[in-house]
């Protein structure tokens, strides 16, 4: 009779997600107006972390569809954030870096006696894998990004690793995904959703509809969805569709959405300033003009939040920098940041 094996010991030291509340309302915090994509995901990182995730392959799959800036590679950011507690704890390949066969070899290594052997770590190794997870959790984040650039010995690889969770490098290493979750993205079908944003719903007002729930909006949603899937199955072959667990397509942020982006950005260049400046960090306030400005020269609907974080450095941290090493930014007080409709840039004032 078969010898009962025993079951793995389950890290029990609890998320960071878990100790500030639920994993699902931490996402939503981080990632904005894309719940529908959070709630996919969640059901997957609770089901390995009861320890019911399925053997032999990773904790989940997906594939991120839809327009540029809307939060596809942030999702994979807040993921690991919400497990780790840093959202840079994961693995990220950036499939335009591995167009060509001989750039695909160096995720797995050179095999013993090829040139460049000694020098070519894998990219996709066993301890890179275990690197990335954390005392909080053994689940590792790991994102492929733009896939859609990859070679298709790339798309290859990666079969093995969707289906069996397993890869072997060119050193013969074994290396397991199954304390993985993965995710994939891709901008096939952009311009074709993009022309259907611009022709359906209008500049940022009318894609706020889409998350209002009428039936119009789920209609256009639902249009967006089939866009992205017509290219996506036009690209790769349904062996390799099949192993994904859901195609997410985000949706194009809306004008109440990119504020609150801009929000959260904004509270992270104030935490910025304390950490980097520590007993020299002053107080930033934002005036409403100078917030509009800043929405309005970092995001739209074809780039979504995508230049909101530039805008932010070059109209607010680069200024700022001049300040600080010319003395002009005395420690402790309050700055305000206005924007002259003038001189058509920012502006600070020392507020007393
Ligand atoms: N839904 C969102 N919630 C919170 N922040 C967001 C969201 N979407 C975008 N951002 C902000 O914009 C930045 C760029 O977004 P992200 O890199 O996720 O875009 P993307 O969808 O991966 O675009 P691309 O297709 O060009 O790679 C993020 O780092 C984040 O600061
Ligand atoms: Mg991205």
């Given at each position: ?177 199954e304390?993985?979750i ?13 022309r ?25 949603e ?55 400046l520590?007993?020299q ?6 005036t ?25 450095q ?35 004032r020392?507020?007393?």
């Amino acid at each position: 009779m078969a010898k009962l094996q025993p079951l793995p010991v389950k890290n029990q030291r609890p998320t960071i997600a878990r100790q500030t509340g639920s994993l699902s309302a931490f996402l939503r915090t981080r990632l904005l107006g894309q719940d529908h994509a959070l709630d996919a995901v969640v059901p997957y990182l609770e089901m390995f972390e009861a320890n019911l995730n399925p053997v032999g392959r990773p904790a989940g799959i997906f594939l991120l569809l839809g327009p540029t800036g809307t939060g596809k590679t942030r999702t994979a950011e807040v993921v690991a954030e919400a497990l780790h507690g840093s959202d840079r704890q994961l693995l990220r390949v950036d499939c335009g870096e591995y167009q060509l066969d001989h750039e695909v070899a160096k995720l797995v290594g050179a095999p013993p006696g090829y040139l460049g052997h000694r020098e070519t770590q894998a990219v996709l190794s066993q301890q890179r894998l275990e690197s990335i997870s954390s005392e909080y959790s053994r689940l590792s984040v790991v994102l492929f990004d733009e896939i859609e650039k990859a070679a298709p010995s790339m798309t290859r690889i990666l079969l093995g690793i969707l289906d069996k969770a397993f890869l072997r490098t060119g050193d013969n290493n074994p290396v397991s995904f199954e304390n993985s979750i993965i995710f994939l993205s891709s901008n096939l079908g952009v311009n074709e959703m993009a022309r259907l944003s611009r022709q359906g719903m209008g500049f940022l007002q009318g894609c706020e509809a889409l998350s209002s729930g009428t039936g119009a909006a789920e209609a256009r949603e639902r249009k967006l969805h089939e866009t992205a899937m017509f290219a996506v199955r036009k690209r790769f072959a349904p062996e390799f569709l099949n192993r994904i667990d859901a195609f997410l397509t985000y949706r194009p942020l809306g004008r109440d959405t990119l504020e609150a982006i801009l929000e959260q950005l904004l509270m992270d260049v104030q935490v910025h300033l304390d950490v980097r400046l520590g007993l020299q960090t002053f107080q930033l306030c934002f005036t409403d003009e100078c917030r509009e400005f800043l929405l309005e020269t970092g995001s739209s609907i074809e780039f979504g939040a995508r230049e909101l974080k530039r805008s932010i450095q070059h109209w607010v941290l680069q200024p700022l920098a001049s300040m600080v090493i010319h003395k002009q930014a005395p420690p402790a007080q309050r700055m305000q940041v206005d924007f002259s409709a003038k001189e058509g840039r920012t502006v600070f004032r020392l507020l007393r």
